[in-house]
Every structure is written in C-alpha cells, then in structure tokens.
C-alpha cells in the first residue's frame, strides 16, 4: 500500500519562509514522478514542483527561483520537501505532495498517490 504524508504547512509573513516536507512508502520509484501541487481558495489545482526519474526537475514559473524541491530515495521510502523561500499573498494555498500525480479538470487527485494536503497561509 501506498502512503503519502505530508507536514510543514502553517501560517507565514509576505517574505518569510517554510519548508513542506513528504514521505511517500511503498511506492516503487522506477518511471514516474514525485511532486507538490497546490490549489489556491476558489481556485485550481497547480504543479509546483517535481522530480522524475530522469533526474530532470520541473517549477512551475511562478515559483522559480524561490522555491527549491529536495528528493532522497531510501529502499521503497521517498522523501521530497520543498522549500519555499520569499513568500507572497499568491502563494497562499492547500498543498498536495503526490506520487505520478495526475491532475484534470482543474482538480487535484485525479489520479496516482496523494496525501491529504497541508495548508500555507501567505499574510501581509
């Protein structure tokens, strides 16, 4: 079985920082991709962030140069954090850590492995 744990989220000033961290079990990581997502309130799901197995790293523009993906392999467990560095009101959101995570529609969770997301609040 699967499992997709996320920590890290809470509640930050305009510029300060936080660190999202996922632990992903049982998970053969052998052609597919680790990541974070996040939907904005009243808004839709978005990539963040990803690593796949080609070693190649993908950011959302938004996020560029600001937020940093980690990823550390340990037999079947998978870490990936993410830090997030010079935060802003836009960045405000649920995130989402998933395994060959698939969004459609706009939506989240439509398909792979996801955990059950951890709030960021942006504040001024």
């Known amino acids: 079985e699967v499992q997709v744990v996320e920590s890290g989220g809470g509640s930050v000033q305009v510029g300060g920082s936080l660190r999202l961290s996922c632990t992903v079990s049982g998970f053969v990581f052998d052609d597919g991709s680790l990541g974070w997502y996040r939907q904005p309130p009243g808004d839709m799901c978005e990539l963040v962030s990803l690593?796949?197995?080609?070693?190649?790293?993908?950011?959302t523009s938004a996020v560029k140069g600001r937020f940093t993906i980690y990823h550390s392999q340990d037999n079947d467990k998978n870490t990936v954090d993410l830090q997030m560095n010079n935060l802003t009101a836009e960045d405000t959101a649920v995130y989402y850590c998933?395994?060959?995570?698939?969004?459609?529609?706009?939506?989240?969770?439509?398909?792979?492995?996801w955990g059950q997301g951890t709030q960021v609040t942006v504040s001024a």
């Open positions: 690593v796949n197995t080609h070693d190649e790293i993908i950011y």
């Open positions: 998933a395994a060959d995570g698939i969004v459609a529609g706009g939506r989240c969770n439509e398909g792979g492995y």
